[in-house]
C-alpha cells in the first residue's frame, strides 16, 4: 500500500513535468523509471539512480530527481534510515526544487523517539560490574545523571567512568543532552590508553577533535538526520514508553566508529531478573543495529518495571553489565570503608567510588574515586603483604617503597620527573607516609602525578591523583584532604 502510494506520486511528477532535451543524465532517469516502475525490479533502479546522483556534470534537476527516487527506492526496502539521509540531502541541497522537497518532506520518517518523563532524579549514579560473556568480572562502570545547563538550555550530563582489570585501563565519557527531547550537544571521551575525543554536536553532523598519542586530529562527520549516540542509549532506554511490542527505528550514530547505523528496537515481554543488587521484573529491551543491510551492533537492555525505570542489566557481544547499587551524588559526602583493611575515608559531595577486584596477586584493594568531571584520575590500592612494624623504622621502610615506584614510573611515563624539594615525610593518621609530585606527558598533554604512600599497622596504601599541569595548583588542597581524612581502626 505504501509502495503504490508513492509509485503515484512520482507517476505525478512525471506527468507534469515538461519534457526537456534529452542529455546522458535524462536518459539514465528514464532507465531508472523503467526499472522501478515497470520491472519493479528496485536494486537496478537503485544503480542507474546512484549513477545520477554521482555524475558531477548531471543536471540538477535530474540529480534532484534521481536522489528523490532513490530515497523512495530505499524506504521500500526497509531502509529508513538511508532513506532519511537522501531526503534530507535533497532538502538541504535542491532548495530550487521545491516541488520535490515539499514531498521529500512529506516522506521522511520521524527519527526522534517520542520520550517519556525522565525518571531518575538529579545527581543518581549507577554500579554495574562488568563481565566477559562467558567468563568472569573484567572491571566495573558508573552511570550518572545530572541536570545542569549547557549552551544556556536546561540539560543533562550523561556520564560514565569504567574501570578495567586490562592493564589498569580507565575510560570516562559524557555527553550533554537537551532535557526535554534528548538532542545531542557536545560531549568527551577520554581513554587512558587510547586518546580522547571532543564532539560538538550540532545540526546535519558533529566535530570531532581527538588527541592520540600526542598527535591531534580532528573530523566533521555529516549526519543529515536527527539520530541518537551509543553514550545516550542508557538513558534512552528508560525514557521508552515502556509497553510490550512497542516498536521503533532511528539513527544510531557510533562516536568511536564514526558509522551511523539503522537501529531497530522492540520491547518483549517482562522477565525476571536477578543481579547482585537484586532481583527485579524488567522489560526487555533488544537493539540491532545495521550498516546498509549488514547487522553490526546488538544491545539488549533490561529495564525495570518501577517508576525509576532504572536499567538493571545490559549485554552486547563482548561483555555483559550488572547493576550492583544505586547511590546520589547530591545527598551526601562519601564516606568510603574497607573493614578487612580497617581503613575508612571521605571526599567532597559529588564524588562517587567504584571498587573493583584488585588488578594484581597480593593486592588487597582497588578503589577509583570518580569527582563530578573528568578531570582528575584518582586510585586508592592497598596490599597487606607490607604492613606498620612496632618500632621506628616505618618512615625508612615508606622511603625504600617510593625509591622503587619512582623507578617504574620513570620507565612507565613519557618524560617522568619527580619535582625537586616535593619529596617529604608526614604523617596520616598517627602511620608513617611520604608523598612527592612529578611531571610527565600524556598525549602531548603536560601532566602531574600527586602520589601519598602511607604504611598502617592494617597494610600500605598508596594514593595516586594524576591531572593536567595547569588544573593541578587549584585542586591539590582538595586532594590532601581525601588523603588526611583516612583513618585506621
Not at 514531498?103 to 520520550?115: F, H, S
Request: contains cysteine; neutral net charge; hydrophobic residues 40%.
Amino acid at each position: 500500500m505504501h509502495k503504490l502510494a508513492l509509485t503515484s506520486i512520482m507517476l505525478a511528477f512525471t506527468a507534469t513535468a515538461a519534457a526537456p532535451q534529452k542529455t546522458p543524465s535524462t536518459g539514465l532517469l528514464e532507465q531508472g523509471i523503467y526499472a522501478e516502475e515497470t520491472i519493479g525490479d528496485l536494486n537496478q533502479a537503485i544503480a542507474i539512480y546512484s549513477k545520477i546522483v554521482n555524475d558531477e556534470k548531471a543536471r540538477r534537476p535530474d540529480v534532484a530527481q534521481a536522489l528523490f527516487r532513490l530515497a523512495v527506492c530505499h524506504l521500500n526496502l526497509g531502509q529508513k534510515g538511508k532513506a532519511n539521509q537522501m531526503f534530507h540531502q535533497l532538502i538541504n541541497d535542491y532548495p530550487e526544487q521545491t516541488a520535490l522537497t515539499a514531498q521529500a518532506r512529506k516522506l521522511v520518517t520521524q527519527d526522534r523517539i517520542d520520550l517519556a518523563p525522565i525518571p531518575w532524579r538529579s545527581g543518581e549514579v549507577a554500579f554495574y560490574d562488568i563481565k566477559r560473556s562467558g567468563a568472569g568480572k573484567m572491571g566495573a562502570i558508573a552511570f550518572s545523571a545530572a541536570e545542569t545547563l549547557a549552551d544556556g538550555v536546561p540539560a543533562v550530563k550523561l556520564s560514565s567512568y569504567t574501570s578495567l582489570l586490562i592493564a589498569g585501563q580507565t575510560d570516562y565519557a559524557d555527553t550533554y543532552v537537551t532535557k526535554e527531547d534528548f538532542i545531542s550537544l557536545r560531549g568527551t571521551s577520554i581513554n587512558s590508553t587510547l586518546g580522547q575525543n571532543r564532539i560538538d554536536y550540532k545540526k546535519g553532523g558533529l566535530h570531532v577533535a581527538s588527541v592520540v598519542k600526542g598527535k591531534k586530529s580532528s573530523n566533521d562527520i555529516k549526519i543529515n538526520q536527527p539520530y541518537y549516540t551509543d553514550l545516550q542509549l542508557h538513558g534512552l532506554v528508560r525514557r521508552l514508553p515502556l509497553n510490550t511490542g512497542y516498536r521503533t527505528d532511528f539513527t544510531l550514530f557510533i562516536q568511536n566508529s564514526t558509522l551511523a547505523l539503522n537501529a531497530r528496537l522492540e520491547i518483549k515481554d517482562t522477565e525476571k531478573v536477578s543481579v547482585p543488587a537484586g532481583e527485579f521484573d524488567c522489560y526487555r529491551v533488544e537493539i540491532k543495529a545495521y550498516e546498509q543491510s549488514k547487522l553490526t551492533l546488538e544491545m539488549t537492555y533490561w529495564v525495570s518495571t518501577k517508576t525509576d525505570r532504572q536499567v538493571v542489566k545490559a549485554l552486547n557481544a563482548s561483555a555483559t553489565y550488572e547493576l550492583t547499587a544505586v547511590a546520589n551524588r547530591n545527598d551526601q559526602a562519601l564516606a568510603f570503608q574497607k573493614e578487612s583493611l580497617r581503613m575508612s575515608l571521605t571526599a567532597p559531595q559529588g564524588w562517587v567510588p567504584l571498587e573493583i577486584d584488585p588488578l594484581q596477586p597480593g593486592h588487597d584493594l582497588w578503589l577509583s574515586l570518580i569527582p563530578d568531571d573528568g578531570d582528575t584520575f584518582v586510585l586508592l590500592a592497598a596490599t597487606q603483604k607490607v604492613k606498620a612494624a612496632n618500632d621506628d623504622k616505618n618512615a625508612g621502610r615508606v622511603k625504600w617503597i617510593v625509591d622503587g615506584d619512582i623507578k617504574v614510573l620513570s620507565t612507565a611515563l613519557p618524560d617522568f620527573a619527580p619535582r625537586l624539594d616535593t619529596r617529604h615525610d608526614l604523617l596520616v593518621s598517627g602511620a608513617s607516609a611520604q608523598r612527592f609530585i612529578a611531571d610527565f606527558e600524556s598525549d602531548g598533554k603536560p601532566m602531574v602525578e600527586y602520589r601519598t604512600y602511607i604504611l598502617a599497622p592494617s597494610g600500605l596504601f598508596w594514593f595516586t591523583f594524576r591531572t593536567e599541569r595547569a588544573l593541578f595548583d587549584e585542586k591539590r588542597a582538595g586532594y590532601d584532604d581525601i588523603v588526611n581524612s583516612m583513618t585506621f581502626n
